[in-house]
């Protein structure tokens, strides 16, 4: 008896943080095969072999059901150009990034995965949104099964809601990884140590899967304290810093003056 | 046989959050006894007859090894000077008002949790950093004393250090949450759910233990990207959260290209 198993076959394009990534999770995916990575510099992914064939040659990729682009930003135009005719589904993989950039191909499409993806912590895909964009209904259909094999969580979205859905996490992961920052200076600075916040940290990030960040809001800001928040920016000795516990705590008090 | 077991006794002076944990953790310790629960208005402590004898009546407070004065930060002074003399250690547990505010006291100190309580959520005090100060050694050793009864993370911490440590909280607590709020209120005005946020909120939180911040920073700020930062303004309607993208990015970019 000979059975047929579908396999959906895959090529990356590029050689950062989110291709070693993407690699490893499609390259242990029952339905999904890695059939080469391609990346102009060839000594950048050597580490892709223990998955996969690899090439520095554009000319030579090979043919596959779906073509992930993984590059930085702005050299998605650029790489999605340089591509010759390919027989299949090219998506980037890029939040800030409309879909119009692949127009040059037939079958183009986003696959976007919305997590901060770091070298040495190893992501769990289950639990990452993946956002999905496609003009054309069947490749839609493919993209979503990529997206389901290997996450619980599949959002169908365009171009301008997911140039929406990128500022808002620049907001939450950007943002407030500086505040973060800025926070355990300013304890280094008086030789305390970082750890001290972190239960603070993850209270204020897991309080927000029961209670609206809008009803969770406390602090001098939000209630109007001008003593205490005349105290701390005493303390602030760095210009652009006082400026943004200004704003802040003004944007805090304009969020609750105006709806209350 | 006759077994002396030694016990705290302790009177809470307030009949809000804090209070009300307080209360919770302090009942169901060995070693500690919540003798007595004050406030001007009984009808706000009326569930803490379920711990202790409450009262109205400033006069009547019992005797104690600590009180606790658990008010809002502007009405310590006040609740302070409004005690009768007290034959015990008196403390405050706000991480913005220094411990001179309680002079009138012979005995006195700071027992300040550094933790964000809700009605809500009843958190593990265990994993909560007590910051304990006073001058007297026999009573910083009783503030200790009871503090590892609790928790797990007791520091020693000057008034100082402990507004500067208020001031980091401030950051890493309450804008964290304003900025949470913004993406939130991003997302609904372009019909998303908040919850795709949660896993990247989840990872950028708990990456801190294992990656400082300052390494950590990722995003357009982060690597010059000027057209993503300007497609996000344009995204942006409200003047004062521009400004806050603009500050925040320069705040970023500062901090970057100082240290490179």
């Known amino acids: 008896m000979i059975t047929f198993v579908v396999m959906i076959q895959i090529v990356l394009i590029g050689g950062g943080n989110l291709a070693g990534h993407l690699a490893s999770v499609f390259s242990k995916t029952a339905g ?14 050597k580490s892709f072999e223990k998955f996969t064939e690899i090439t520095d040659d ?85 993209l979503k099964q990529v997206a389901e094999l290997i996450s619980n969580a599949v959002y169908e979205i365009d171009s301008n809601q997911r140039m929406q859905l990128h500022l808002a996490a620049v907001l939450v992961n950007n943002f407030v990884n500086h505040l973060y920052y800025l926070g355990f200076d300013f304890l280094e600075q008086h030789q305390l140590p970082a750890q001290i916040l972190f239960p603070l940290i993850k209270e204020t990030a897991m309080r927000i899967h029961e209670v609206d960040p809008y009803d969770a809001q406390t602090g001098p800001a939000k209630r109007g304290d001008i003593p205490t928040m005349t105290r701390h920016l005493n303390l602030i000795e760095d210009d652009t810093q006082k400026a943004l516990y200004k704003l802040i705590s003004h944007s805090i008090t304009q969020t609750y003056g105006k709806k209350l």
Chains 1, 2 share one sequence.
């Not at 999904?32 to 992914?45: A, G, M, S």
């Open 32 to 45: 999904l095969q890695l059939v080469q990575v391609y990346n102009r510099k060839l000594d950048k992914i």
């Open 58 to 142: 554009i000319h030579a990729l090979v043919k596959a059901d779906l073509y992930f682009i993984c590059v930085s930003d702005i050299a998605i135009i650029e790489v999605s150009r340089n591509l010759p005719h390919l027989n299949g589904l090219v998506v980037h993989t890029s939040g800030a990034t409309p879909l119009s950039v692949l127009n040059t191909h037939t079958q183009r499409g986003v696959w976007y995965p919305l997590q901060s993806f770091t070298t040495h912590r190893v992501p769990d895909f289950k639990e990452i949104p993946i956002c999905i964009e496609s003009h054309n209904p069947q490749d839609l259909q493919l």
